[in-house]
């Protein structure tokens, strides 16, 4: 637990860190202009910090991991393994982010800086082992994100959607803070040991309430209903670029401590919250197939869609297993692929005046005239759907596999035949764009940068994404074995 | 085969062909279609020419371990292969019917078909339980975008209902799976058909299945998608429809359900046969007064699987050989009278019977293909469907008196409806002059009848050819159904034969040796 292996566990946070200062004096002396170049250095950051992960979670000397900073932040494979698609998701957001907002007017550089301190947070919370660690970062991440939800200043939309964000998240956080005193408080300790160990003999009244309020904090965070009510209009209201940001990396970043606090925290109490998590996703699954129905905006309509697959995420959870936990990984890096496609898909719907097209009803036909973002779109949401064979079922087969393994087979009976409604929804959009007569709204886009995104995520999740599963189910599986230790 | 990987081959072709298809103009896109479809039937006369008549239950077996948590794993016995030969077959004709007909989006069409191919071959070549879901399920992505795109007027309506309705039928069906390969620690096929499961585990793993089976099938109540999806859909697409997809239930029966749980197949026998039975007769009836061409014969077909599925559950050899006749012969003659529908429906775009008459006096050689596909619908000795739906009603009377009665009411029924319509379309007085204006079959249309004429024939004529392959593989799966074959009403003791055969004189009393005496 020395110094130099502390900095070495946790360096990708540090020079992240580091970067955004710089960067943040950059921008401060360079004003507006240098708002490109400070995107592209920020990608150029989390790249590296993207190899350095890497390198960690493959690396067989680190296989055990390693805790740093005297136990409260830990380097294992499933924090390496939510990292390293944290940031691969805030890598895919930053490249399609300048071309939108010099379009839209007001690109700034604090755009890229702030995605860069979010990161930073996100990775402190899926490695810390400390409910202190986790608060900081936790806040570092959603105040960021707050500020990224407003960020188109002049529009009220995205001023209207960052106060909801904020007001929304602030209670989440105060529910998640009393959550962690009350564990405190029953349990004499903020780490994650410490109180895996007080809960090993027996669940106090006391810390039932501290491990259902911590439950609900993070529920919000990753929109599973019944704390999901804040998603649709903030989805619709921030800017695209920071909806696709929102979707997918704090998306990655909560599940991961949501499992990581379920799963090794509360490792030893079981039963105490796999009733909670087994409505949440069930009611997620739902709430999020019957909400997108009536939808007429493709954005609250992706809303609705990543409540829904928030849902089946929870499934993974809620069989408490090391083939649930690793589903659950393999879920989230394909529906990162999916959702950050789809959004960015979304943002390449214009009119012929450049403005952005929202209505699911303008984008009638538009199969004539941009086939191929139109087939994008058409296999992004049979993906969405989970329907064979694109890759978006084999998210829905490893953690409903999972479930079944672990014996609990009404759950993914019930779970299963619920995604066929969320399938209607899917189906009506894929009709509208490929079946309607054309609206003739939608002109292309010609951004080099959006095509490749979208390109390289309609890759991943056509059945050419088969061939990853070996790989991503072997780091998965060892990701998730880090979680499973016995004390 | 000297390890020639011939079904990745079959897989391939049309794959590459359909993304190609994708790029290509609507001429150029055409004749990759058919090129490509041809190269698979001819790889699919290879396969069968090679295929080992009585050598191992598994041939053309390929393995690559190339995903995570299940096998790519192809391999074919006799009943996969004679399917594969019915897709394989009908394919290029699909193709031809759509030469004309389709004139918009032609790439994105040709493409749709070929990838279809590649899916229903996948099917029926699939050893891992899992890679059979993927094909079985993926089949729903182009067939809903052929009925949605090209199809007829009421088509929006007509995709949802067929995507809902099979998806829904089907993810129970997954959950089923995992629950096998969880308890029996493999997903391959052949090993799963010899593993026991409980038989208190059965009842549900049957009921999932079936769940999923009785909708592609279509069996009453869940078959109304078929009408509306049959109607609505280009021709090509209701060939390939009732052609094919409607015998990955049937298939799913025999792969699935009766191997894999026999007791839970014995314990519902009688659901299935309750469930035919309405079929037959109510279907039947429907069909009876049907206005629209197409509806009538979607309405045929769900009578027909009927006697299908009543043949499978027959728990005996001529049942399940006459199911799988049954089968084959359907996807000839379905798929061809629905051509002759689309035949006339390209000329006059209407499926109104009341609008045709008297066509067998304008379009002759129409009227006698069509004759022959209605004869052989009906189920005249000498077609395919004769051979299918004798030896299924001989196995189900093994069973039941009962069945057997209903179900051959059921094809009296039959050649009522399908000679009405042949007498309405084909007979009478020509009603409408547009209607007798048309022309008679053009070249294209004879390469697409004809050869599906010479199979029903064939299959009517010499089935031996379509059964040889099969009967090692229906022997082994009625040995493995014996232990719970139930008992059958119709107890045909053998008695003690007779000292004297029947005909023979009655010995006379006296000698009529002196007959010259008198």
Same mark, same amino acid.
């Given at each position: 637990?020395? *110094? ?67 136990? #409260? ?10 990292? +390293? ?5 805030? +890598? ?39 409910? /202190? ?7 570092? /991440? ?52 410490? +109180? ?62 949501? /499992? ?96 952005? #097209? ?23 949401? *049979? ?25 609990? #087979? ?10 066929? +409604? ?11 764009? /490929? ?53 | ?41 001819? $790889? ?63 790439? !994105? ?6 990838? &279809? !191919? ?26 809903? $975008? ?33 629950? &096998?390969?969880? =308890? ?10 010899? %593993? ?61 359900? @009766?191997?894999?749980?026999? !007791? ?155 000679? %009405? ?45 379509? @059964?040889?392959? &099969? ?19 119709? &107890?045909? =003791?053998?008695?003690?034969?007779? =000292? ?19």
């Amino acid at each position: 637990m020395n *110094l130099i292996s502390s900095l070495y566990f946790s360096a990708p946070e540090i020079f992240l860190t580091i970067s955004g200062l710089v960067l943040l004096l950059v921008a401060a002396f360079g004003g507006d202009k240098t708002a490109r170049t400070v995107t592209i250095l920020a990608v150029a950051a989390l790249f590296g910090a993207l190899v350095y992960t890497a390198d960690l979670l493959t690396n067989p000397a680190y296989e055990l991991g390693g805790e740093a900073w005297a136990g #409260i932040y830990r380097m294992d494979g499933f924090g390496s393994f939510a990292k +390293i698609l944290i940031y691969l998701a805030a +890598i895919g957001c930053l490249i399609v982010t300048p071309k939108f907002f010099t379009e839209n007017g007001g690109y700034r550089p604090e755009y890229p800086i702030l995605v860069l301190f979010s990161a930073v947070g996100m990775a402190l919370m899926v490695s810390a082992v400390n409910l /202190m660690t986790l608060y900081m970062g936790l806040e570092l /991440m959603s105040l960021s994100s707050y500020v990224l939800a407003s960020f188109s200043r002049s529009d009220n939309r995205s001023v209207e959607a960052g106060l909801k964000y904020f007001v929304l998240g602030a209670l989440a956080s105060g529910i998640l803070l009393y959550g962690m005193s009350l564990l405190y408080g029953f349990t004499g300790s903020t780490s994650y040991l410490g +109180i895996r160990l007080a809960l090993q003999d027996g669940l106090s009244m006391g810390a039932t309430f501290g491990i259902v309020f911590v439950l609900a904090g993070l529920a919000f965070k990753i929109a599973a209903v019944p704390f999901h009510m804040w998603t649709p209009d903030v989805y619709e209201g921030a800017p695209t670029p920071v909806t696709a940001f929102f979707s997918t990396a704090p998306k990655v970043a909560a599940v991961a401590v949501l /499992m990581r606090i379920s799963l090794d925290t509360f490792g030893e109490q079981t039963l105490a919250w796999q009733q909670i998590v087994i409505f949440a996703a069930l009611a997620s699954i739902v709430v999020g197939a019957l909400g997108a129905i009536g939808q007429t905006n493709i954005k609250r309509l992706l809303a609705y869609s990543s409540i829904n697959n928030v849902g089946f995420i929870l499934i993974g959870l809620a069989a408490a297993t090391p083939a649930g936990a690793s589903g659950m990984l393999v879920y989230l890096t394909i529906y990162v692929a999916m959702s950050l496609g789809g959004f960015v898909a979304v943002m390449m719907l214009k009119d012929a005046q450049g403005r952005q #097209i929202e209505q699911i009803s303008s984008m009638a036909g538009m199969v004539r005239e941009n086939p191929l973002l139109a087939w994008c779109i058409f296999f992004l949401m *049979l993906s969405l759907a989970g329907i064979p064979p694109l890759f978006g079922f084999y998210g829905k087969f490893v953690v409903f596999q999972a479930a079944v393994q672990a014996d609990m #087979i009404a759950l993914a009976a019930i779970g299963i035949a619920a995604s066929v +409604i969320g399938a209607f929804y899917y189906l009506k959009v894929c009709k509208v764009i /490929m079946f309607d007569d054309p609206a003739g709204e939608v002109v292309g886009d010609t951004t080099k940068s959006n095509w490749a995104v979208l390109l390289i995520c309609s890759v991943i999740i056509s059945p050419l994404g088969w061939i990853l599963t070996k790989p991503l189910v072997e780091l998965a599986d060892r990701a998730a074995s880090s979680l499973f230790f016995v004390i | 085969m000297g390890g020639f990987p011939i079904l990745s081959a079959m897989l391939l072709v049309p794959l590459v062909a359909g993304i190609a298809c994708f790029f290509l103009e609507a001429q150029a896109a055409r004749l990759t279609a058919l090129t490509a479809t041809l190269v698979n039937l001819a $790889l699919g006369i290879v396969l069968w020419a090679n295929y080992d008549i009585g050598g191992a239950q598994w041939q053309f077996v390929e393995q690559a371990a190339l995903f995570a948590g299940f096998n790519y794993a192809l391999g074919i016995d006799g009943i996969a292969l004679m399917l594969i030969m019915l897709s394989v077959f009908l394919m290029p004709i699909c193709i031809l019917a759509s030469w004309e007909a389709i004139s918009k989006r032609v790439g !994105e069409y040709m493409a749709a078909f070929l990838i &279809m !191919e590649v899916l229903m071959i996948g099917v029926f070549a699939a050893q891992d339980l899992f890679l059979f879901y993927i094909f079985f399920e993926a089949g729903l992505i182009p067939m809903y $975008l052929i009925i949605g795109v090209w199809g007829g007027d009421n088509r929006i309506y007509a995709s949802y209902k067929f995507f809902l309705y099979t998806l829904l039928g089907s993810v129970l069906m997954l959950i089923a799976m995992f629950w &096998m390969v969880n =308890e029996a620690g493999t997903s391959d096929i052949p090993t799963l058909m010899q %593993y026991d499961f409980p038989a208190g585990a059965q009842t549900w793993l049957w009921l999932a299945f079936f769940a999923s089976f009785a909708v592609k099938m279509p069996m009453w109540p869940v078959h109304t998608w078929l009408p509306d999806a049959h109607v609505q859909a280009p021709t090509a697409g209701s060939v390939i429809l009732a052609g094919v997809l409607l015998k990955l239930g049937g298939y799913g029966f025999i792969r699935f359900s @009766l191997p894999m749980f026999p !007791e839970a197949s014995a314990q519902f026998a009688w659901l299935v046969f309750a469930l035919s039975m309405i079929a037959v007769i109510y279907t039947s009836l429907v069909a009876l007064v049907q206005h629209d061409m197409k509806k009538l014969i979607a309405y045929s077909s769900v009578a027909h699987m009927a006697i299908v599925t009543a043949g499978l559950f027959a728990f005996n050899v001529q049942g399940l050989e006459g199911a799988m006749m049954v089968m084959l012969g359907h996807g000839l003659v379905s798929g061809a009278l629905f051509l002759c529908v689309g035949v006339i429906y390209d000329r006059l775009h209407t499926r109104e019977i009341d609008r045709y008459g008297g066509l067998s006096i304008n379009m002759p050689k129409y009227a006698l293909f069509f004759m022959l596909f209605s004869m052989a619908s009906v189920g005249l000795p000498g077609t395919s469907n004769f051979i299918g739906e004798f030896l299924a009603l001989a196995g189900v009377y093994k069973v039941s008196t009962l069945v057997t009665l209903v179900l051959t009411t059921g094809i009296i029924l039959g050649a009522a409806y399908m000679l %009405y319509l042949y007498r309405r379309v084909a007979f009478g007085d020509q009603k409408n002059a547009d209607a007798a204006a048309m022309t008679d079959l053009t070249p294209r249309e004879w390469v697409m009848l004809a050869p599906i004429a010479a199979a029903v024939l064939w299959m009517g004529v010499y089935p031996e050819s379509f @059964l040889a392959p &099969m009967r090692a593989d229906i022997a082994a799966l009625e040995a493995r159904m014996a232990r719970a074959a139930p008992a059958g009403d119709s &107890m045909l =003791e053998i008695g003690t034969p007779r =000292e004297s055969s029947a005909n023979a004189m009655p010995a006379l009393e006296h000698d009529n040796a002196g007959e010259g005496a008198h």
